[in-house]
């Protein structure tokens, strides 16, 4: 399993959301660029940036930053936030970003969404699905930064996505995201239960190292980490099984 580093942006600046509430942002100071340089230092291979403005508003506001961290090519950057249009996908795979990671637009419009699966190519289009578990425990999904409640499991919008030849999708669990409480490990067996072939990415609530090897251990591909990176949490040493040019 693939460990990711993941920076959100917000207005510029490096922030994280407390499950996803934009009232509950933590602030931090670091530079865009200082960061990617700190992961790739450590052996990242891959960098997921996520632009909170364009996650809210449509808009992809942070482009100019996400554009420059893309020149430097020091890592593969796999881009989310706004994305809802095929011209903004062009743009961003025209100027150096790797996958573009899709959200609400794959709940939204998903015919489209399938478009772009077979224009770009599986490997270069990633969903992003945003979820809240119900009082039975099945996993709904959310859009427009959060905010919007949809009746649509994750179940039924990866399946709806199979005759595409779907290959990444990013799974964000609200509950646990940037709380440090730990990752939804059952959640993560269920998907790659049910759909083996899709190379799932689980993000939201890994504190420590225990939380990746717990991770490992369902046969997810990879692992976002914010928070616990951002703030050290965890040692170099053992990040290194999970990154592959430690």
Known sequence: ?????????????????????????????????????????????????????????????????????ATQRAVQLQVGGGVRSSEVVSDLLDHGIAR?????????????????????????????????LDESGTPLLRTRGWRQATSVSLWDAVA???????????????????????????????????????QWQASGGVSAAADLTALAGTGAAAAISGKALLEERLQPEELKPFLRDA
Request: glycine residues 8%; hydrophobic residues 50%.
């Open 1 to 69: 399993m693939l460990l990711i580093p993941s920076i959100d942006l917000r207005g510029g600046r490096c922030v994280r959301l407390l499950k996803g509430d934009f009232g509950a942002e933590t602030r931090y100071d670091f530079e865009p660029h200082e960061l990617l340089a700190r992961y790739r230092a450590l052996g990242a291979r891959w960098l997921h940036l996520v632009d909170l403005d364009g996650a809210r508003d449509g808009l992809l506001a942070n482009r100019a930053i996400i554009i420059a961290l």
């Open 100 to 132: 573009v990671a899709v959200g609400s637009a794959a709940v939204e419009a998903p015919a489209e969404v399938t478009r772009w699966l077979t224009h770009y190519g599986v490997e270069r289009i990633c969903l992003a699905f945003d979820v809240q």
């Open 160 to 198: 709806s996505f199979a005759d595409a030849g779907l290959r990444h999708v990013l799974c964000t669990d609200i509950a646990r995201d940037g709380a440090l409480a730990g990752p939804n490990v059952a959640l993560y067996a269920e998907a790659v239960r049910r759909f083996p072939a899709i």
